[in-house]
């Protein structure tokens, strides 16, 4: 479920045309999800998970995250005002727990953390045949039924992927060069 978000009424003044401009007030929606983070990292050329997002990077972020086409002025305003609820739904794992009692000891890969681009984790999805629509969800859900069909492979052995996974692979890489 996206983070709706609203950017208030503003009227600004145009130097070019020596008028005032008004803009309403609306509303708009944010997706914390694996093409945000991938549309992210092709701008900044960093790794989403190792990058330290200051107030420029946080910014371009929201833009990434916005179902339309955010100026940077509105998405500054946005991190002034929605920065711990952006924050809170970025870092909101959003899976539901089986509760076992005791603590709720927050621990993966056996106390180590994996940091991966976006492109080894599409590589990832489509080798496990997580279908693309799948990039769009939160990404706690993506990562979740990541991890739940390698522990289901697992049991199986070991999949490699296929010829038709790696020629989405191979399309996807080609539409982002192609500015896709």
């Known amino acids: 479920m996206p983070l709706r978000v609203v950017i208030p009424a503003r009227s600004t003044f145009d130097e070019d045309t020596c008028t005032f401009l008004d803009f309403p007030e609306r509303a708009v929606f944010l997706e914390h999800s694996l093409l945000s983070m991938s549309r992210w990292e092709g701008i900044t050329k960093e790794c989403f998970f190792t990058a330290k997002l200051d107030r420029n990077k946080f910014g371009i972020y929201i833009q990434c995250m ?20 952006i924050e809170d739904y970025i870092f909101d794992d959003r899976i539901a727990r089986k509760r076992t009692g005791g603590s709720r000891k927050a621990s993966s890969n056996n106390g180590r953390s994996k940091f991966l681009p976006t492109e080894q984790i599409y590589f990832h999805m489509f080798e496990l045949g997580i279908p693309i629509t799948c990039e769009k969800w939160h990404f706690s859900y993506l990562a979740s039924l990541m991890r739940l069909y390698a522990q289901k492979n697992k049991k199986g052995g070991k999949r490699k992927a296929s010829p038709e996974q790696i020629a989405r692979i191979s399309a996807i890489n080609r539409s982002r060069l192609n500015g896709g």
Do not use: M, S, V
């Not at 916005?66 to 609820?85: G, V």
């Open 66 to 85: 916005c179902d339309e086409y955010l100026t940077e002025e509105d998405a500054l305003e946005i991190l002034k005002r929605y920065r711990n609820q």
